[in-house]
């Protein structure tokens, strides 16, 4: 047994739901998998699953069951999320979360389900999902990057989806592709002759000096796995070198320069710093309930002033790379010689704040949705076509436009703002100030904790908002645009 007291495994954990068969259901766990590994090993010190009793059987629909082959039945007598919730806690908390897909999709139910159960979540020393990891690291030599197509590509077997082979999976794809991608980094130039290293996971060069990471982008699905695999008695093969050496972002040479110290192989650490302090993105489709992909956009450089609207003058923006950046591409957009930041009064918020989305740490990433007028429109489609042009002169990238005009709503076009956060202490904050307009005055709002529903109170749909917000360009994981990062928030409560 593993000391509760010693945090340093790494916990790789699944869970399996129900598949919801109408708009706002929602999901019901059915069965949470886990093991605890040995970062420097990477073997198996721990496991436990169980299946899940939801509230209500009828969520278990036939669709549900097809998914992963878990039936009414099957969880008559199984504890309810309740009964598990200490046990969960402590194998998560204070650990090295990894999975597949997991910050979009088991972080959320997770929360989710603690939540309804008025429990405070497990918080993790830092998360690593594979999905966004792999399609970085591994390009799209493997199709879409779900597990199932990962195993297939490697030869393990086929899905079966359940929580507890999903994660012994999960490990065994990550020690193939480090593999993989360790014999490259020796001998690159035979690999690439021979065409075995995909093009989507080389760095792009361009005349501009941009660089970016290609890849898929991330999946909505649940992770898939194998039964096939016996984990107990197979050797700790297939060490993760190549994650652990490159993830300083130095190359990995044949030969190492003199006085040069390599860094262990089997050192997770530098790893989980990079995926900690550079957050993982999803691949989001522009609509009412999700949020643009891209990386944060701490790069730029902060300022105070604002253009009016009708002020911006398009001759003068201009688009440029941020130098020195390590990491995934960065761009700023400029007017004239100062960061663009623009002034919209008057906005009509059309959705309010959405939570669908997670950031690396598993808080709520949220945006609302505001009308677009034809002036905020023109100025913003005229940056969508500069920014457009700077990254389609090296890249593969899908464009998503700043403005979303739907399919049939045409003529009602909106744009999303961002709202960004930073963690402080062991707490986290709101970055973007919030002002309230109430008759002649305006009033700065003052939160006293992280809440989202304090928030939510405040942006509502028919509100009118003053927004001053930053255009943050991005490529990043085969998706591309401009983020709309709101600074500062003036909200008419009259």
Known sequence: MVSSIDRSEIAFFDLETTVPTRPGQGFAILEFGSILVCPRK???????????????LSLISTLSARAN????????????????????YDILHGR?????NIIRFDCVRLRDAFAQINRVPPEPKGIIDSLALLTQRFGRRAGDMKMASLANYFGLGKQSHRSLDDVRMNLEVLK???TVLFLESCLPDIFTENSWVSPNAT????SNSKSAVDGTGPSTSPPSSSRNIDHHNSPPSHPIFSLAASSAGEPVENEPEPGHVQPDPFELGPLVDRIENEPLEANESMDEESSAAA???NFITESTEFVNLDDVSIPSITITAVPFFRGPQKMQMLHGDAPLQIRCDALKIRFG???RFVDHAGRPRLNFVVDASPNVCGVLDACDNIAKRFVDSGSSSEWRPVVNRKPGFYNLPTIRLQLPTVAEGDGVRWVTEIYQKESSSIQRVVFSRYDV????????????VDAFFSLDPYDYQQNAGIRLVAKKLIVDSN
Do not use: M
């Open 42 to 56: 990477l073997i198996e010190l721990q496991s436990y699953e169980t299946l899940v009793k939801p509230h209500d």
């Open 69 to 88: 082959g878990i039936t009414p039945d099957a969880v008559v007598s199984a504890p309810a999320f309740s009964d598990i919730a200490d046990k969960v």
């Open 96 to 100: 090295i979360w990894v999975g597949h």
């Open 176 to 178: 193939y592709c480090a």
């Open 203 to 206: 760095t792009r060069n361009c």
């Open 295 to 297: 990386t944060a956009s």
């Open 353 to 355: 704040l959405s939570t």
């Open 453 to 464: 529903a304090e928030l939510e109170s405040l942006i509502r749909p028919g509100s009118f």
